[in-house]
């Protein structure tokens, strides 16, 4: 009897590049990301290349993000940032000597460095690079989702858009890592039924959905969430298991552990403007550095120091906790289903270091977990896929992993509903345009590549997310609403067979992403023409 | 990362930043009151203190850069406008009891229906049966309730005069999927079926995921076992 873990990591941030700025706050949200998840994942993982153990894990990687990360301006601002830190985690140990908290600032300080050792010496300064030495390696399986994370459910009467989104992320991910994916992230987990059709039309073999979604299907999944079902299109879908996500990702999971260290609390905030102000943003703007000295503690004001060393204990605690729940699901299913239960764990992958500070070496020690005992065993579902089970046929239900399990995130009527009248008149125009005018060259070319880099964009889940928040509200508001008015300036000038070459040369500038586009992706006849449908054996029909 | 806004904070921190600001009884006040005294406390200037040396948090700032409304903007795109020329009516699934519906009247209609006036409706539309919503020309949106389960629904723009309708426009259609286990809830009667499908759907205090459809599922399976 096995325990076998299926780790999903969707690994996604919004595009976010303002060369017009030399300095941009929300350009943050992913330098951050670098030095506080994906490095320190990295650095975890690459413990184990030369070993023969056996890690697998999934890893999702947006083509927004991968953009972003290949981006010679942002990588370069990474480089600022990162140096910047190093030297306020120098300015810091200078301050606090022969204080407490010196310990902790040294134990920051030797992370930031050598998560830029990492950075340009095993990286090469290309992370998606490094992610694809442990995919060549075995360690992980890496996949890919829509091309800006659009959460599909919202787009489904608009086929050629869903459409557009699945192809330009799969051409992407093949472009990069010179192999098509074999599984897709649903964006939020997004389902509909139908959207099947489109994903094996891309010959993606899986996906990952929601806790609900099978329960919810059309038929009653025989073997609950602890094995995929596969549609009549012949797409697995492996359901996330809650009850064990929820003991990491939860309002009371390990994360809240009072001995785990505090998120709020940063210097940032904490010490005179004039001490952090080569370190924030202008105008005066206080923002999180990274350097937080305390514990989570408990519902009070007055935080304790942070000491590594119990939150180390803890996070071996918290592994030991994880693998007896796993262990005792286990028990219970495989008597009723009779074999192995696969769990998937899907998450966000910057909750491991960024939320949660301790996260990575949690991870680190489930993974170490698994490698020493047998009855544990880590799998990608392309794995699981090639073991050939006998696997049940329905259709899962719509659903999502977002609050209440379905559209309400992107569809709220108090928050951020209006948008729908604009997104989807855009996507409307962009298809229309690309139908009127199919197969331009030259300027024109140009001009409508740029209308359909701008329809993706708008289209990302990220926006509506954020205006639902209200957390960069006034930010994720102006961005979408730049990409609407720049769609329907192409739309305008196009129909009147002009190009405005200001308007283009800004855009291109400005919003560069997707080098390879083609705007015919767009075009209702592509759709018509893309791969037939394959039947549940995998034979063309 | 992102500044979070003060709603999104937790109530140790809403707490440690009303102390921090000063503010009178910051032990005792409910998270509620926290929420707007400090929101109100967002919205002053704190220059003043930066010169005389007084920290202030700006953590909960709303606002994050700088910039107005039009700083994206690029040169020759226009305002976004309210409405689109057309009359069309959309409708967007939001769950399985919800959609979110949109619609607009073109200028040439919108000059039609004053010359000749008519009370607008929508009519939600399924195989089993339809309902009606009467809405006035100001509005543009409406959340409309999807009553019957595994239908097919469109919604209809109608424009009524002397009980005769025109129908102005027809939105798509939206379906909501067949669901197995809520046609059959005794499903759940079997000890392994529910220990193979509720346990994973739960948190480690028993409660069930939120899940409107879910908890409906429960709760017939539950009233079938009475």
Known sequence: MKSRLNFVFNTHLPFVRHPEYPKFLEEDWLFEAINESYLPILRMLYKFRGSKSKVKLTFSLSPALCEMLEDSLLKERFEQYILSRIELGEQEIKRLQGHEELRLAEMYLENIRANYAFFTEDCNRSIPSAFNILEKEGFIELITTCATHAYLPVYQQYPVAVNAQIETGIMNHTNRFDKSPDGFWVPECGFYPGLDEYLRRHNVNWISLGAQALVLGDKIPEKGNYAPVKTPSGLYCFARDYYMTSLVWSQDGYPSDPLYRDFYRDIGYDLPLDYVRPYIHEPEVRVFTGFKYYAVTGKTADKVLYNPDLARTRTEEHAKNFIYNLKSRTSVVYDIIKENPVFTLSFDTELFGHWWYEGVQWLEDIISLCISDDSLEMISPSDYIKENHCIQTMMPGFSSWGEHGYSEVWVDSSSNAWLCRHTLKAVERMQEIAQRFPDQSSLKKRFLNQAARETLLLMSSDWPCIIHNHSSEGYAKNRIVSHIQNLNLVYEEVSKNAVNTEWLIKAEKRNKIFADIDYNVFNSNHLEQTSPVFTNDFSVK | ?226
């Open chain 2, 1 to 226: 990362m992102v500044l979070l806004s003060v709603e999104n904070l937790p109530e140790t921190e809403l707490r440690y930043i009303a102390q921090q600001e000063n503010v009178e009884n910051w032990d005792s006040l409910s998270r509620d009151e926290l929420v707007e005294i400090l929101e109100s406390i967002g919205e002053l200037d704190f220059s003043d203190n930066e010169k005389a040396g007084v920290p202030s948090n700006h953590r909960f700032v709303k606002g994050i850069t700088d910039v107005g409304s039009d700083f994206l903007q690029l040169p020759g795109v226009e305002p976004l406008p309210t409405m689109y020329n057309e009359t069309a009516v959309h409708l967007v699934p939001r769950d399985n009891y919800w959609a979110y519906s949109f619609f607009s009247i073109s200028i040439s209609d919108e000059a039609k229906l004053q010359e000749n006036p008519a009370e607008l409706v929508l009519r939600l539309c399924s195989s089993k049966a339809s309902y009606e919503i009467n809405i006035t020309p100001q509005d543009e949106c409406w959340n409309v309730e999807l009553p019957w389960p595994e239908e097919t629904y469109c919604l209809k723009l109608i424009a009524r005069r002397n009980e005769e309708d025109e129908v102005l426009a027809v939105s798509n259609k939206i379906t909501l999927n067949h669901t197995e286990i809520l046609n059959k809830p005794e499903a759940l009667d079997d000890p392994d079926t529910f220990k193979l499908l509720v346990p994973e759907l739960t948190n480690k205090n028993g409660k069930l995921m939120d899940n409107i459809l879910l908890r409906e599922i429960i709760e017939k399976a539950m009233g079938a076992q009475k």
